[in-house]
């Protein structure tokens, strides 16, 4: 059990860092934007969970790469990775064209939410700028997708960290106006973030046309660089629920930002704080959940429910473990972490408070993270929409509005429900797991 976990860990840790870098970036942003005022981080608050659905709605299909890439290494068949590579690639950038031209030609949505007028208006340059870099990180993410499930994890991983010191240039240059460059403020957060990512996907699509590693895949392109629909429907398969799935979890944030926005600035910048947190944490938990996912797929396309039972254990155990140490160090540093994003009294004790509820909920969101993972590793994604659905926006939500306005809770309440919908969403689809093993072990006993 304990080699397992090393195992998953090993291969999730470039994953993870690269995860971490790509969140950085979005908290660097936040902390470099929210230096000018509030209000200008409540907009890119705004922006950000506005986008958030269909962004990783979009992540979501290009997670059907690393499933089908992963399942075809996993029985030494480079020619259907190859193939799965390119259909994948086609599918995830016509996904990545849709969104952004939905976001950006969609914009005006931003002074329907019931939201301060201001931040609507200094949100809207932003949002253009963010919905067109869509297309360049989908495509990172589409062949990132490709190197993982081959278990070659390091390359995406070097280029996000590269992308950070990049990010932070380009930002302190257009927000701020320094070196004979225009003032941009948020709208220069939002240049640095486009230049970044198409820099980034360039990047790596390089590496993977020209390094020795990849040639293998590359060569019998002629071969398998066709379109079949049956290779897109196999996609879509996983994809569709998949983006569900996550879009499910990340639209309840979405959401629930949006509504206590309509609490005022202060609350929305708060949340905004707290919430950013909670996800660089999460972060980790999704890497470990690839992994396990990939490690899981692999065996699965091998017919080994023994291998697949251990390291979806093993790699549970682990999650349990860091939400524990994440909740500890929430609650410990709760009163500092906001001082790094704002200055305002106001927006740092509301922050303080709801980074409170924020570690209560590490736990289950580690543990639901890995497990809907495990379970796509084994393309069990039907029933687990459900349950996650169920557990967000049947209970969650529903709860957390009551609790937010009904009984004058405000933004805490929200996050009470939140609390509420991931700790059902974990032991959903824990439970769902280790069914779906006990089952198909059971025969060979």
Same mark, same amino acid.
């Given at each position: ?19 971490? #870098? ?59 990775? $190859? ?26 949505? &931003? ?5 301060? /007028? ?19 990180? !989908? &495509?990172?993410?589409? !062949? ?21 010191? !990049?990010?932070?240039?380009?930002? @302190? ?5 320094? @070196?004979? *460059?225009?003032?941009?403020?948020? #709208? ?34 002629? $071969? ?16 569709? /629920? ?9 639209? #309840? ?15 929305? #910048? ?17 890497? &470990? ?15 080994? @429910?023994?291998?697949? *039972? ?94 937010? *306005? ?5 933004? /805490? ?33």
């Amino acid at each position: 059990m304990k080699n397992e976990a090393s195992q998953t860990i090993r291969l999730a840790l470039p994953i993870i860092i690269g995860e971490l #870098a790509q969140m950085a970036l979005h908290l660097i942003d936040s902390a470099m934007v929210g230096a000018i005022s509030y209000k200008q981080l409540a907009a890119a608050a705004l922006v950000i969970n506005t986008m958030n659905i269909p962004f990783v709605i979009g992540i979501g299909m290009t997670i059907s790469v690393s499933q089908m890439v992963s399942m075809a290494h996993g029985r030494r068949d480079s020619q259907l990775v $190859s193939h799965y590579l390119f259909n994948g690639f086609i599918l995830c950038a016509l996904t990545a064209l849709a969104i952004s031209f939905t976001l950006v030609f969609g914009k005006d949505i &931003l002074h329907h939410l019931g939201q301060d /007028p201001e931040v609507a208006e200094l949100a809207m340059p932003f949002m253009r700028l963010m919905g067109l870099s869509i297309i360049p990180m !989908l &495509l990172f993410m589409t !062949l990132k997708q490709f190197a993982d499930g081959l278990e070659y994890t390091r390359t995406a991983m070097i280029l996000s960290l590269a992308g950070m010191p !990049l990010n932070i240039l380009l930002n @302190w240059l257009l927000i701020y106006g320094n @070196w004979g *460059f225009p003032r941009l403020e948020l #709208a220069g957060a939002g240049w640095a973030t486009l230049i970044t990512r198409t820099c980034m996907f360039l990047a790596l699509l390089l590496v993977i046309l020209r390094h020795k590693t990849f040639s293998k895949y590359i060569a019998v392109s002629r $071969s398998q660089w066709k379109l079949k629909m049956t290779t897109i429907k196999e996609l879509l398969h996983i994809g569709v /629920p998949s983006s569900l799935q996550i879009g499910m979890e990340a639209g #309840a944030f979405a959401v629930s930002g949006i509504i206590i926005g309509t609490l005022g600035a202060v609350a929305q #910048a708060s949340h905004q704080i707290a919430l950013s947190c909670a996800s660089f944490t999460f972060m980790v938990s999704m890497g &470990l959940a690839q992994a396990g996912s990939i490690r899981v797929s692999n065996a699965f396309g091998r017919n080994d @429910w023994g291998k697949i *039972f251990v390291i979806g254990k093993s790699t549970i155990i682990t999650a349990l473990g860091y939400g524990i140490v994440c909740a500890i160090g929430f609650a410990v540093f709760r009163n500092y972490l906001p001082i790094a994003f704002n200055n305002n009294t106001m927006v740092v004790e509301m922050a303080a408070l709801l980074l409170l509820f924020a570690a209560v909920f590490q736990i289950s969101d580690s543990t639901q993270a890995i497990s809907a993972g495990l379970l796509r590793g084994i393309k069990d994604v039907k029933t687990p929409t459900i349950l996650i659905g169920i557990a967000y926006w049947v209970v969650g939500i529903p709860f957390g509005y009551l609790l937010a *306005f009904h009984f004058n809770m405000g933004a /805490p309440g929200m996050w009470l429900g939140l609390i509420m919908g991931l700790t059902l969403a974990s032991v959903f689809l824990i439970t769902r797991f280790f069914k779906m093993t006990k089952t198909n072990t059971q025969p060979n006993k």
